[in-house]
């Protein structure tokens, strides 16, 4: 295990460096950035079913919504007893609440490889080329303090951070309105995302893990404001897998919860 841990770094660093030589001719010095935005949306594409699973699963969750009131009604006396009623429901329907997790768990190595790869000098023995890489003014491998130490807010790799924050709002914003509008148009779906009632007070560890998940879906349209901050402390190359995949997302959930 320890060998592989060691040998993927290593053959991901190969890989965007053959990747970036391909880019050259038509992206010259930010050949490396495109093949990063690249990859990511290899990454996206690679998950895009469990995407389209964790569509249905929601719908097939806010379809449940009247059974599960009905069921509110009656052990409204009865929190545990409700919390298992709704959990067998959701088992007899085969709907899991943690289907819409899978996508971003599932990409969770990505980004921990590109932060690891650009934020190590040397990877595998080897001095690490990556870091030397730039998009436009700003090196791969800084983080925004870099750039505001180089060069001020207005300087050339300031400049590119300050597109990238702008870019993040404006997706982050464009993702709020779309979440709030669908629930205004679903107040099944919404009514979903309130989970279940009382399952902190329950001892079945898969009600606490359905109510997590819940809260979760609850503060779903303001987890892109998030990018924000974590764009600002990751080395510029995890920014950018996180922009391209925030801006991925955004588009996704468009075509599928249309």
Known sequence: MSALLTALPSAFVHLVERFADLLEP???????AVAIVLFTALVRLLV??????????QKARAALQPRIAE???KHARNPEKLQKAVLELHAAEKVSPLSGCLPSLLQAPAFLLL???????????????????RLLDAPLGDRWTDALSADGIFGGA???????????AAVATFSYRQTKR??????????????LPGAGTAPDSAAATASAV????R????????TLVTVAVVPLAAGLYLVTSTAWSAVERAFLYR
């Open 26 to 32: 038509l992206f010259d010095a930010s050949a490396a």
């Open 48 to 57: 895009h079913p469990l995407s389209r699973a964790a569509a249905r699963g």
């Open 71 to 73: 069921l509110r009604g």
């Open 115 to 133: 932060y690891y790869v650009f934020s190590h000098s040397t990877i595998g023995g080897e001095t690490n080329g990556l870091l030397t890489q």
């Open 158 to 168: 300031g400049l590119v951070y300050l597109a990238l924050f702008a870019l993040v």
């Open 182 to 195: 669908m629930m205004a148009d679903n107040p099944a779906m919404a009514a979903a995302a309130e989970g």
């Open 214 to 217: 819940a809260a979760v879906t």
């Open 219 to 226: 503060v779903m349209p303001f987890l892109s404001f998030f």
